[in-house]
C-alpha cells in the first residue's frame, strides 16, 4: 500500500470496506480529521476563505490552508439556504401566449356582497391584468372556464400556457382535464417556491397596496375592500410598465392610448343625477353617493347611495374630489335648516339631506328670537298685512324669505 505525504501525515491510498456513516468519520480513516478541518471546526465553521485570510495575515500556529477542500456535512446540514432567484429575460410574442395567475385570499372583512378570494390573470407580452373576486375556493376552476371564453373572444386568439403555484385549485384532476382538452401547457412552481411565480405574486402585493393608501386617503368602510380592488386593476392596466418599456398595458392590449380624463378619487363625495322617472317636483334632483369604481358593461361610475343603501351605476355624476369643499358643501347644507318649528311643504319620496322642515310658509305664525322682534314682542295675526309683518319683525330680509305665487 502506497501513501502521500500531505501537511505532514502520511496519506495511504487504497480502498476500506468499512461502512459510510453519515459523519465525518466517514471520510477518513480511524475518525482521524485532517488539520485543516480540524481548524475549521474550531473556528465555529468558518469559512475556508477567512481562515486563509487569517493565515495570510500571519497568524501564528495555523496551517497553511489549502485552496481546495473537502465539503463539511455539517456546513451543508446547518448552513443550507435557498439557491437566488434570477429574472427570466424570456420575453413572448404574442397576446396569451403566456397567462400567470393566482389566487389570494382569505380577506379578513368580507366585501359588501360576501367575496373573500380574488383571482388574478396577467397576460406576461401586454402585461394586461384581470381580476375576479370569488365567495369560495371552490369557484376558481368556473372562474377560469369563464375567463378562457371570454379572453379568447375579445384578444381573438387562444391560450398557449397558463403559469400558475402549487394549490389545489389549479392541480385538481378537474383543472388538468380542463386543459388537456384545450390544447394548454399548464406551468407550475417548486412547492413552497412562490418566488417562481413572482409576476402573479407581485401584482397581489401592489393591488393590496394601492387598495389601504385608496381606502386610508378617504376613510372609505372596509366592506368596500372589493370594490377598490376593482379600481385598482382598473387604473394598473392604465399605468406605464418596466416590463413593457414604460408603456401601458392599455395601449399594447388595444393598439391606442387610454384616455385618463374619466378618472376620479376613489371614495370621493358625488352626486348621481336621479332619473326622470323617479323624480319628484318638489324632490331632490340626485342622490348623494360614494364612489367606487368604473362600470365593466357601460361607460359609466359605479357609485353607492348610503341613505337606500344600495349600488347605482350613473353617467351623470357630480364629484366633490375635494374634502375642503365637501365639509363647506355639509356646512351650507345645515345652514338651510334655521326654522326648526314651522309649518312646512312634505316631500314623498326624496328628502333632501339635511333639511328637515322645508319652507316657512308666510301666513303661518312664525316664531323669532329676541333680537330679532321689536320690543313689544307682538305675535303677527292672520289679518295682518304683509307690511304689517315685515314692520312688527323690523330686521327680517324679504329677500331671505321665499315667495309663493297665488292663483
Known sequence: MRGIEEERLLKLQGTSTRAQHFSYNSHYEEGKIPSILLWHAIFGHLNYDSLHLL??????????IPRKHKQCDACIL????????????SREHRKLELIHSDLCGSMHVPSANGNKYMMTFIDN???MCWVYLLKNKSDAFQTFKNFHKWIENDAQSHIG??????????????FENYLRQHGIKQQTTVPYNPQQN???????RTILNMVHSMMFFKNVKMMFCADAVLCVVYIKNRCPSNAIRNKTPYEIWYGHIPSVKHLRVFGSTCYALIPKVHKNKLGARSHKCIFLGYSNTSKAY???????????????VIFLESSKIDNVVERKLDRLDRFTNAKSFQEFDNQIPHIEVGITILNQPVESSSEALSPSHETPTTNDTLSDVIDRIGI???D????QSTE
Request: aromatic content about 8%; proline content about 3%; glycine content about 4%.
Open 78 to 89: 446547518g448552513k443550507h439556504n435557498k439557491q437566488s432567484f434570477h429574472d427570466s429575460h
Open 125 to 127: 407580452y401586454t402585461r
Open 55 to 64: 493565515k495570510k495575515n500571519d497568524v501564528a500556529d495555523l496551517p497553511t
Open 198 to 204: 413572482g409576476v402573479a405574486e407581485r401584482l397581489n
Open 161 to 174: 400556457s397558463i403559469h400558475t403555484d402549487n394549490g389545489k385549485e389549479y392541480t385538481s384532476n378537474e
Open 396 to 398: 327680517l330680509n324679504i
Open 302 to 316: 359605479r357609485l353607492y347611495d348610503e341613505v337606500n343603501k344600495k349600488f347605482v351605476v350613473s353617467r351623470d
Open 400 to 403: 331671505s324669505v321665499p315667495t
